[in-house]
C-alpha cells in the first residue's frame, strides 16, 4: 500500500513527514575479480608476518553520560589489558597510565551523536589508533613513552594541518605550518634515538692530493728554442732572456742612481 493511502486512511501523521528528506537509495555494489595468483601467494607470508606482531592494547568506550566516556578493555581479560597498557607506556604505574589515557582521550574529536546515550560520542578507532603507535614505539620508560605521546598529537595535527592546505590550496601560511610540524615529528624521532643511544654520527673523509707540473724553456743563442713539456718536480728556475736596456753597457736593468735613463720596456713572456 503507498504512502498517499495510508495518510488517507490516518495510518501516517502528516505532521511527522519531512518535506525536504529524500529517500534512501540503494547502490549496486560492482563485481570484483578474484585476486592474482601472484598475490594470493604473497597473502600467506603477509598473514605470518602480521600474526607475528604484538597485539596493541587498543581501547572500547562506554558512555558515562554527560558527554563523558568510560575506558573499557577492548576484550574480557581486564587484568591482560592492564599488562599492555603498561607495556605500552612503558611503566607499572596506575597514575601514569591514567595520564596518559586522559591526554590522548583529548586529541581525540567526536565522531558521532549516540540517540540512546544522548550523547556525542568520541572516535573510538582513533583513540585506538593512537595506542598502536605508542606501543609500536615500544617505550622503555615513562620518559620515552611521552615523547611518543608527543610524536602521536604532532602527527594528528601535520595531518589535520596538511589536509586544510591541500583544500585550499592558496593559504600558504598552512602549507608551511604543515611543513614545520613535519619537521618537528623528524626532530622528534632524532631525540627518541638519541635517548636510546643510537645517535648516527656521519664522517666525511676529503683526500686532496696536489700535482705539480713544471714548465721548463731555454732559449740558445742561434735562435732557436727549445724545452721539455714536463719537468720533474725540481727546483727550477725558468731561464729566459735578459731584458733589453738602453744603456751601452748592456746592463740588464737600469739602477735607480742613474739619471736622464728611458723606462723600462715591458716584459714579454715567451
Not at 27 to 44: S, V
Not at 168 to 197: M, V
Request: a positive charge.
Amino acid at each position: 500500500m503507498s504512502k498517499r493511502n495510508d495518510m488517507q486512511n490516518g495510518r501516517i501523521d502528516p505532521a511527522n513527514l519531512d518535506a525536504t528528506a529524500k529517500p534512501p537509495r540503494k547502490r549496486r555494489k560492482r563485481d570484483r575479480p578474484e585476486p592474482a595468483a601472484e598475490l594470493a601467494d604473497w597473502g600467506k607470508g603477509a598473514r605470518k608476518r602480521a600474526n607475528a606482531r604484538p597485539y596493541p592494547p587498543g581501547i572500547m568506550l562506554e558512555p558515562a553520560g554527560f558527554d563523558e566516556e568510560e575506558w573499557t578493555p577492548p576484550h574480557s581479560d581486564s587484568e591482560l589489558w592492564s599488562l599492555q597498557l603498561a607495556d605500552a607506556f612503558g611503566t607499572r604505574s596506575r597514575a601514569v597510565i591514567g595520564t596518559f589515557l586522559s591526554q590522548l582521550e583529548a586529541l581525540c574529536g567526536k565522531s558521532h551523536w549516540d540517540d540512546d546515550a544522548k550523547q556525542w560520542r568520541l572516535d573510538e578507532n582513533q583513540f585506538s589508533a593512537a595506542l598502536a603507535l605508542i606501543n609500536s614505539v615500544k617505550p622503555r620508560n615513562e620518559m620515552e613513552a611521552a615523547l611518543a605521546a608527543q610524536m602521536v598529537a604532532i602527527h594528528l595535527l601535520t595531518m589535520k594541518v596538511a589536509a586544510r592546505a591541500l583544500k585550499y590550496d592558496h593559504d600558504t601560511r598552512t602549507a608551511a605550518a604543515a611543513g614545520k610540524l613535519a619537521r618537528t615529528f623528524t626532530i622528534q624521532l632524532e631525540s627518541l634515538q638519541k635517548l636510546r643511544g643510537r645517535k648516527q654520527t656521519a664522517h666525511q673523509s676529503i683526500r686532496v692530493r696536489k700535482e705539480l707540473h713544471q714548465h721548463v724553456h731555454y732559449h740558445r743563442e742561434d735562435g732557436g728554442s727549445g724545452g721539455q713539456p714536463h719537468g720533474p718536480p725540481a727546483t727550477t728556475v725558468d731561464q729566459c732572456s735578459a731584458l733589453p736596456s738602453p744603456e751601452p753597457g748592456g746592463e740588464a736593468l737600469p739602477l735607480s742612481g742613474h739619471e736622464g735613463q728611458e723606462a723600462l720596456q715591458a716584459a714579454r713572456w715567451r
